[in-house]
């Protein structure tokens, strides 16, 4: 394993907490000579600040992102300089120093209406979400041709508690009702492979675009009900159609991506139903710590 010094960027978000506390197992230093590493880079200004004080760095891993989608449609000149401006103006700071990058872009790119895409099919983005993102897919790899850009779609436990996942299991340890769709499709893997795999990516020295995904395609339903079964908890789980709510037009009803590149260098060590089960036992030990404090 290659020792690396690392600057997490969004080590507070919900990917960026999963490389922090994990990075280290991984082979990676985490830099701590950083005084604004929590600060927000809200403007041109910001960034050269930021960026000034750094020192010693091997790699820069941006987990920044504007990802609740329907903020970013409120929002979009934010979104813009989150998901898009930003990420190009680190892989121009990256290039400049010899700074290997990684970037995490999103599923959303696509519009669903293929299956299973590869890296190489035809992004159309309905959300501003997915166009800002494709925007910083795009501005990384134009300033920074070493840059390794990774499309995932994750699941665990977040700082912030609001993910799919965690609500399904808080109302099913509720024993209460809660709603899934089932023509809403996507490819999800647990954080810590994602963690993982970026880490072999930097190992073996790779560039360009990546899936980083799970093996299986299943419905926004099917995932809940797989995920509630591990609790113990009769899930009470509703079935719905997102094609009955109005609020889901700018959303991609298919959300799967292939992952044949990514194996080349990279490959899952463990099934969903394991990841799964390993979240449960994630949310359990996260209750039990904050009952004791």
């Known amino acids: 394993m290659i020792k ?5 960027l969004g080590e507070n978000g919900f990917l960026g907490s999963y490389f922090r506390t994990l990075s280290n197992a991984a082979g990676a230093t985490l830099t701590s000579n950083v005084k604004s ?3 927000k880079i809200g403007t041109h200004s910001d960034f050269e600040h930021f960026f ?10 941006n987990c920044l992102a504007r990802a609740n989608i329907d903020f970013c449609e409120s929002n979009p000149e934010e979104a813009q300089w989150v998901n898009a401006t930003l990420p190009g103006l680190i892989a121009e700071y990256c290039a400049e120093e010899s700074i290997s990058m990684v970037h995490f872009s999103t599923d959303a790119v696509f519009d669903g209406s ?18 800002t993102k494709l925007d910083g897919e795009r501005n990384v790899i134009l300033n920074y041709d070493k840059a390794i850009v990774i499309r995932t779609n994750f699941f665990g436990c977040s700082p912030r508690r609001d ?11 509720a024993n209460q009702q809660f709603s899934g769709y089932t023509d809403v499709f996507f490819t999800p893997t647990h954080a810590r492979n994602v963690v993982e795999g970026t880490f072999q990516l ?29 609790t113990g908890n009769p899930p009470k789980l509703v079935s719905e159609k997102s094609s ?12 799967s991506l292939d992952n044949t590149k990514i194996q080349q260098f990279y ?23 904050e009952a004791r404090g």
């Open 4 to 8: 690396v010094r690392v600057l997490i």
């Open 37 to 39: 590493v929590g600060r």
């Open 52 to 61: 000034s004080e750094l020192s010693s760095i091997d790699v820069v891993i």
């Open 114 to 131: 293929s299956s299973l895409v590869s890296e190489n099919m035809e992004t159309n983005p309905l959300s501003v979400y997915g166009k």
């Open 163 to 173: 993910s799919f996942a965690e609500k399904a299991m808080e109302a099913a340890y």
């Open 202 to 230: 930097i190992n073996k020295n790779t560039s360009g675009l990546f899936h980083l995904t799970g093996e299986e395609r299943l419905s926004k339903y099917e995932f809940a009900r797989r995920l509630v079964a591990f």
């Open 244 to 255: 009955d709510n109005p609020l889901y037009a700018y959303r991609s009803k298919d959300l």
């Open 267 to 289: 490959t899952l060590k463990n099934t969903l139903d394991e990841d799964l089960r390993y979240m449960t036992e994630e949310f359990k030990l996260r209750g039990i710590y």
